[in-house]
């Protein structure tokens, strides 16, 4: 069965003051071509002048489809609409006017959106209170997290144990191998690096000090923080978006309980509670990893080792990398779901929500980082 | 011409024999025999949770059946990536939540099929999607997007987009769920224009007894009990006919279990 020997036209003739267009053969997608189609349409066009009535007829026509409806319907519509015709379509088959009819049952909604961009000043005005609407909503969030975790205290917050138990078990457990596998590495980079620079000055032992202090005091937390961004803060954004998109959101607000309550703080909490652990966890592996450089780069024994890490590495340094850990655990949490409360009602503004989750998170990480290593300096601690 | 094409019709173009649908371990349906005649609309009902979304799933050969087989064409679905998706060339799905892509417009979804598989140049879309989203009641509304939509509208949409290609079958999951009654009678006049005017086959699952008595050829009920179909045919005969199983009737009648 080919394509080619197949026809279709139409043709167009005036009879007793009436144009007629005389369709013929197969106007069906798979026959009709489109540059075919384009010189018909233009003849159609041509014929259609001011309050003339147009005869359709389809007599010697053998197969259509909506392709032809569609085709047909778009050249009514500028025939009544911009020149006023009228048509007749005694002619047409029952099946079709029954499907012409149905399309025309419902009018048209005039269209409400505009196709012309925004002009420029209007795009900045616009930019600018969104940016105001961001930072406000911003703050609602804060306060009405800081209420609910008020209530909470209280014991008036309906609190559910087994959710918490969840966020901490996805937070802790399931985080730590990820976690230790990129913290052993770390420590293993840093004192391999360290290791070939200090063999110079031969202050071999000196790699201890190295991995201790930076590890303990910046990069474990850093890390951790980083790694729990992409793995739990994307998590949260994700299920808290998708939830706002099936309207479970909107089902508690309209229950009157509050998603922050039931949503985020265990969140926060369970992430601010397993991200110190995390860190700590990641110190160790990472002093361990450290230590086989040494051994296996230099000639530093495991209790030079050993004693070198407790003479460089103090409580204090320790204490601040877990102390940050913390804030950065409630950053990621903040942000993972403020942004998945935020989120559109759509698919794509899920996958928005995430990456700008994962982004927030990392970016405030770092600037916090930085603020406290200021901080810390002129505290002397 | 005409002889060959009377003989298609009495050929099912769907047929399912000895079929069970399961999700693991759970059985849905067992031991489904029916057949889907050419240009005709077969209405499958049941008590929510039968399986009827299960069953289309299976037809469309998203999910493979747990035992037993469906026929297409006289074929088995096939299991080759390729020739599964020409077969599903000639399917137009409405799913029960509508399913439209939610980052396009309500035109482009309709568009999407067209631009995937003809060659229609981008005004002639635009004609077509005009007039298929005017079938279904949306004119005008293409540049929205789905969440911009009422769970009626989203419905009538996925309607539209089925229809895209004019496909030889089409499965609607509840097309009418979430409609008024002046929507849905609309839509049952164009389900039946559908069918005289393209010749399509239809498989609707409904639970409108208006619809099902206006629309229906023939009808499959599932029984969420007994786990398999207890009657079919023709509704109305159905209804009346004193031998057919009495939750069918009851159901067929809107009487409540005593
Ligand atoms: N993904 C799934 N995994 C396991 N069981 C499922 C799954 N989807 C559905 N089921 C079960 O299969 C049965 C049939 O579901 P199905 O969605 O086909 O029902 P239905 O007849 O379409 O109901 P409704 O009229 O409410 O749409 C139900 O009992 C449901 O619990
Ligand atoms: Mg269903």
Redesign the interface.
Known sequence: MSDQGRQFGVEVREEEGEVVWSFSGEWV?RVAS?QR??VYRKRLVHSLREGRKIRLEMKRMKDW???F???L??LRKTGVNEHGCTFVDESV?D??R??MN??????????E?SEKPDSFLTQVGLGTVGVFQGIRCYHEFIGKLLLDFGRLVLGRASWRTKDFWLALQQAGPQALPIVTLLAFLTGLIIAFIGAIQLQKLAADIFVADLVGLSMTRELAAVMTGVIMAGRTGAAYAAQIGSMR?NEEIDALQSLGISPIQFLVLPKVIALVLMMPLLTAFANVVSIFGGLLVAMGVTDVTVAQYHWQIVGAVSGIDVLVGLFKSMIFGVIIALSGCYRGLRC?????SVGRATTSAVVTAITWIVVFDALFAVVFHILGI | MRDEEKKLCQEPIIEARKLTMAYGSLVVQKDLNFKVRTGEVKVIMGGSGCGKSTLLQHLIGMMAPAAGEIFFFGEPIPSEEGRLRNLRKRFGVLYQGGAL???LTLAENVALPLEEY????KR?IA??????L??V???????????ELSGGMKKRAGLARA?A??PEVLFFDEPSAGLDPLSSR?LD??IL?LR???QATIVVVTHELDSIFAIADSALFLDSGKKTATAEGDPRKLRDDENAPSSVRKFLRREADS
């Open positions: 997608l489109n189609r384009d489809d909506t392709s409806l569609g085709f319907e778009a088959p099946g079709m029954k499907l149905l399309a025309k049952a419902v009018p048209e909604v005039p269209s959106k998109v559109g009602k759509d698919a794509a | 892509w939610s980052s003809t060659d229609l140049n002639e004609e077509l999607v005009d007039f298929k005017s079938l009641g949306l004119s005008g509304l293409g540049r929205r997007y789905p969440s229809m290609l004019d609309r006049e164009l224009s005289e005017t393209l």
